[in-house]
């Protein structure tokens, strides 16, 4: 039986918010991190969760921080999520749940921190403007009816009933404003957030449009969820009005620096670096929130963002990027740096991050504004392992003796009193794919002690510094199907993390097959979709495919993975989305839906045993439910093991080890494991997941 989410929870979340208002402030202490934000606007390629963990090595040296794109699924198979309607369902436009999941752990593993984009100031419905779908999360059921949206909105005047209280910020037009003064929302962003940490793995979290509503609320959030960090985006040029909300989120957050980012704007475009210093002269620091001391530690530092660098935005910065990116790197407060710039100028940004790190420059840094004028600014910042100077601008300037000069550019100068060692990174291109003719691979490294050199095998082994050793810029032919492994060491001994890239010559098919199980009228159609988002059989509802003689109807993609839908054509019945399809599979369409979808199993293709047919199978699986491993008796000779969840995705394949297999590592919830026997027949049985 499901609980309900505002009886159930009600003493645990009064327990846990009085636990954790003693003091879990999300705002860290002289923090020497430095922030990436890891995408633009429609970034799907750039930002997939499978690209993004190609590059988790490189950015791991350079970031203690990423902040992620929203990670909800808002069920359009390309939206950047800032319109939510799942929360506990984290397959997005950017991959799958368990994609996601990977990716943070992996992250973690490198010592980089992942913080989740919050969007909870509003909420879409799933198929009219307030049809919230219920979730439940570790047995607790989820619902929000009417009392969820403030008084006013404007679903009102389209016939919607709206009967929460007053908004207490600023009306979003696009979604239902949710009122958090009712207890059953705040009951659900709690979970939600718990969800996050301790399902997926976040370590804290950017709120999105805090103008919605009152930080009090932020503030009460974050007592209970407890992460490592909290910013939030309070959109205005005005230091009061940022700071203000700051206070009302109870100095448990920090914030985006809007007023230093438009003092930059003004600064660079046109070049008049008197704009980086107030002009009243009452503080030798640089202008923003890092220009007060009592707000430097909440100050987190951007030139631009996903928002601000939109196409058509009135907030694009338009100045010296590398000369911007200097300034805040050299500068208090928490700087992230934008995904377009890093993948522009990573080069350049590299030994501006090393130098940072090198004299510990951290949120609370002191700083004194050396020198400014129209056309340069000096400023001398303390770490806590020395000094670092930063000159921004077009003027001359010579550092004092004891100062090295770290980098430097046509805008821009960082030196420091102390030795800075770059990191050394290591790409490898192309990404692994399929080459019929062969392909040629490029080894690039970069960073260290010089000299640096690379080593690479193509058995499959693992590189060591007796491996084939090449220099940056060296490139290989491969065909065939090739494994290519890499490393970079300098010569300080500093090693990066093995590279792996799979080059084939020959195209992986996938079959996709189902029947029209439940005897729609019409011609039956196949949709599908890449994680790029890209159509792959044509605009929605897609192509029209013909059962054969035996009623499958069958499609066959000449790649590694799809993402499809089965449906009756535009605006008739259509299944769920099946995600993160990677082998040749049958579907049953079932009865039950989710929304109006219809969900599916996986099943054998040569005939389904339903669950309810093995009453009288000698097969015994136990523990059911299970925390580690599954034990399978009764049975002999199975050629095949696997678990689907309930959206027929196959999750995990597996080996039988003394009668046993370990999902220790696969998350709580319900699945199918599928068995498939040495004389061809499957077998099917529902296993739980604590």
Same mark, same amino acid.
């Given at each position: 039986?499901?609980?309900?989410?505002?009886?159930?929870? &009600?003493?645990?979340?009064?327990?846990?918010?009085?636990?954790?208002?003693?003091?879990?402030?999300?705002?860290?202490?002289?923090?020497?991190?430095?922030? #990436?934000?890891?995408?633009?606007?429609?970034?799907?390629?750039?930002?997939?969760?499978?690209?993004?963990?190609?590059?988790?090595?490189?950015?791991?040296?350079?970031?203690?921080?990423?902040? &992620?794109?929203?990670?909800?699924?808002?069920?359009?198979?390309?939206?950047?999520?800032?319109? @939510?309607?799942?929360?506990?369902?984290?397959?997005?436009?950017?991959?799958?749940?368990?994609?996601?999941?990977?990716?943070?752990?992996?992250?973690?593993?490198?010592?980089?921190?992942? &913080?989740?984009?919050?969007?909870?100031?509003?909420?879409?419905?799933?198929?009219?403007?307030? =049809?919230?779908?219920?979730?439940?999360?570790?047995?607790?059921?989820?619902?929000?009816?009417?009392?969820?949206?403030?008084?006013?909105?404007?679903?009102? %005047?389209?016939?919607? @009933?709206?009967?929460? %209280?007053?908004?207490?910020?600023?009306? *979003?037009?696009?979604?239902? =404003?949710?009122?958090?003064?009712?207890?059953?929302?705040?009951?659900?962003?709690?979970?939600?957030?718990?969800?996050?940490? +301790?399902?997926?793995?976040?370590?804290?979290?950017?709120?999105?449009?805090?103008?919605?509503?009152?930080?009090?609320?932020?503030?009460?959030?974050?007592?209970?969820?407890?992460?490592?960090?909290?910013?939030?985006?309070?959109?205005?040029?005005?230091?009061?009005?940022?700071?203000?909300?700051?206070?009302?989120?109870?100095? !448990?957050?920090?914030?985006?620096?809007?007023?230093?980012?438009?003092?930059?704007?003004?600064?660079?475009?046109?070049?008049?670096?008197?704009?980086?210093? @107030?002009?009243?002269?009452?503080?030798?620091?640089?202008?923003?929130?890092?220009?007060?001391?009592?707000?430097?530690?909440?100050?987190?530092?951007?030139?631009?963002?996903?928002?601000?660098?939109?196409?058509?935005?009135?907030?694009?910065?338009?100045?010296?990027?590398?000369?911007?990116?200097?300034?805040?790197?050299?500068?208090?407060?928490?700087?992230?740096? *934008?995904?377009?710039?890093?993948?522009?100028?990573?080069?350049?940004?590299?030994?501006?991050?090393?130098?940072?790190?090198?004299?510990?420059?951290?949120?609370?840094?002191?700083?004194?504004? +050396?020198?400014?004028?129209?056309?340069?600014?000096?400023?001398? %910042?303390?770490?806590?392992?020395?000094?670092?100077?930063?000159?921004?601008?077009?003027?001359?300037?010579?550092?004092?003796?004891?100062?090295?000069?770290?980098?430097?550019?046509?805008?821009?100068?960082?030196?420091?009193?102390?030795?800075?060692?770059?990191?050394?990174?290591?790409?490898?291109?192309?990404?692994?794919? $399929?080459?019929?003719?062969?392909?040629?691979?490029?080894?690039?490294?970069?960073?260290?002690?010089?000299?640096?050199?690379?080593?690479?095998?193509?058995?499959?082994?693992?590189?060591?510094?007796?491996?084939?050793?090449?220099?940056?810029?060296?490139?290989?032919?491969?065909?065939?199907?090739?494994?290519?492994?890499?490393?970079?060491?300098?010569?300080?001994?500093?090693?990066?993390?093995?590279?792996? !890239?799979?080059?084939?010559?020959?195209?992986? +098919?996938?079959?996709?097959?189902?029947?029209?199980?439940?005897?729609?009228?019409?011609?039956?159609?196949? *949709?599908?979709?890449?994680?790029?988002?890209?159509?792959?059989?044509?605009?929605?509802?897609?192509?029209?495919?013909?059962?054969?003689?035996?009623?499958?109807?069958?499609?066959?993609?000449?790649? =590694?993975? $799809?993402?499809?839908?089965?449906?009756?054509?535009?605006?008739?019945?259509?299944?769920?989305?099946?995600?993160?399809?990677? %082998?040749?599979?049958?579907? !049953?369409?079932?009865?039950?839906?989710?929304?109006?979808?219809? +969900?599916?199993?996986?099943?054998?293709?040569?005939?389904?045993?339903? #669950?309810?047919?093995?009453?009288?199978?000698? &097969?015994?699986?136990? @523990?059911?439910?299970?925390?580690?491993?599954?034990?399978?008796?009764?049975?002999?000779?199975?050629?095949?093991?696997?678990?689907?969840?309930?959206?027929?995705?196959?999750?995990?394949?597996?080996?039988?080890?003394?009668?046993?297999?370990?999902?220790? =590592?696969?998350?709580?919830?319900?699945?199918? #494991?599928?068995?498939?026997?040495?004389?061809?027949?499957?077998?099917?049985?529902?296993?739980?997941?604590?």
């Amino acid at each position: 039986m499901k609980k309900n989410a505002s009886r159930i929870l &009600l003493s645990t979340f009064i327990v846990t918010l009085f636990s954790w208002q003693q003091g879990k402030a999300q705002v860290p202490s002289q923090s020497t991190d430095v922030m #990436l934000q890891a995408f633009y606007w429609n970034s799907f390629t750039d930002s997939s969760w499978k690209n993004l963990k190609t590059q988790t090595t490189e950015i791991s040296q350079n970031f203690d921080l990423i902040w &992620l794109p929203p990670s909800g699924n808002a069920v359009t198979t390309s939206s950047m999520g800032y319109l @939510p309607i799942y929360y506990f369902d984290q397959t997005s436009s950017f991959g799958t749940q368990a994609d996601l999941k990977s990716l943070i752990a992996l992250f973690k593993t490198n010592g980089t921190r992942c &913080l989740a984009d919050i969007v909870i100031n509003h909420r879409n419905g799933r198929y009219s403007w307030t =049809d919230f779908p219920s979730e439940t999360y570790n047995g607790v059921a989820y619902s929000w009816g009417s009392e969820a949206i403030c008084k006013g909105d404007e679903c009102v %005047a389209q016939g919607y @009933p709206a009967t929460g %209280a007053a908004d207490t910020g600023e009306n *979003y037009a696009a979604a239902r =404003d949710i009122d958090h003064s009712n207890l059953n929302i705040q009951i659900t962003i709690n979970a939600y957030l718990n969800f996050l940490k +301790n399902e997926m793995g976040y370590d804290g979290w950017r709120y999105d449009l805090v103008k919605g509503y009152s930080g009090v609320y932020n503030a009460m959030y974050n007592d209970a969820a407890g992460a490592y960090m909290s910013v939030g985006e309070y959109w205005d040029g005005s230091y009061d009005g940022v700071y203000n909300w700051i206070k009302s989120a109870n100095y !448990k957050s920090t914030a985006f620096d809007f007023p230093l980012k438009y003092a930059m704007n003004r600064a660079f475009s046109p070049n008049n670096m008197t704009y980086l210093k @107030p002009s009243n002269g009452s503080s030798m620091q640089p202008a923003g929130l890092i220009n007060k001391d009592q707000s430097k530690k909440y100050s987190v530092t951007f030139v631009e963002n996903h928002d601000t660098g939109a196409s058509g935005s009135t907030s694009a910065f338009t100045g010296d990027i590398l000369a911007a990116n200097a300034f805040i790197l050299s500068s208090p407060g928490i700087p992230c740096v *934008y995904l377009k710039h890093w993948q522009t100028y990573k080069e350049q940004i590299k030994p501006m991050i090393a130098a940072r790190k090198a004299a510990g420059i951290h949120s609370e840094s002191s700083v004194v504004v +050396n020198q400014t004028s129209s056309s340069i600014y000096v400023a001398t %910042a303390t770490g806590k392992y020395g000094n670092l100077i930063v000159k921004i601008g077009s003027g001359s300037y010579t550092a004092p003796t004891g100062y090295n000069l770290v980098t430097s550019g046509t805008n821009y100068a960082i030196w420091t009193n102390v030795a800075v060692t770059v990191a050394p990174s290591l790409s490898v291109t192309p990404d692994s794919g $399929v080459f019929p003719t062969g392909t040629t691979v490029t080894f690039t490294a970069s960073g260290g002690t010089a000299p640096l050199y690379i080593y690479y095998t193509t058995d499959g082994t693992e590189p060591t510094s007796s491996s084939t050793k090449v220099s940056t810029g060296a490139k290989i032919s491969v065909s065939g199907t090739t494994t290519v492994k890499a490393i970079a060491i300098d010569a300080a001994g500093k090693m990066t993390d093995v590279i792996t !890239k799979t080059y084939k010559s020959e195209q992986t +098919n996938i079959v996709v097959k189902w029947k029209n199980d439940l005897n729609w009228t019409g011609s039956m159609y196949l *949709y599908a979709w890449d994680d790029t988002n890209t159509a792959l059989v044509g605009a929605w509802p897609g192509t029209v495919v013909t059962p054969d003689a035996s009623g499958w109807y069958s499609y066959t993609f000449a790649r =590694d993975y $799809v993402n499809v839908i089965f449906n009756n054509g535009s605006s008739k019945p259509q299944t769920v989305d099946i995600k993160n399809v990677t %082998a040749n599979t049958c579907y !049953k369409i079932n009865s039950t839906m989710t929304g109006t979808a219809y +969900n599916v199993t996986s099943i054998d293709c040569g005939g389904e045993t339903a #669950l309810d047919n093995l009453t009288n199978n000698i &097969l015994e699986i136990y @523990p059911n439910p299970t925390k580690e491993s599954v034990n399978i008796s009764g049975i002999d000779n199975l050629t095949k093991i696997s678990i689907y969840n309930l959206s027929g995705q196959k999750i995990k394949d597996f080996q039988l080890l003394n009668n046993s297999i370990d999902i220790s =590592d696969v998350s709580k919830g319900i699945y199918i #494991l599928y068995l498939v026997t040495h004389d061809g027949k499957s077998l099917y049985r529902k296993i739980i997941k604590e």
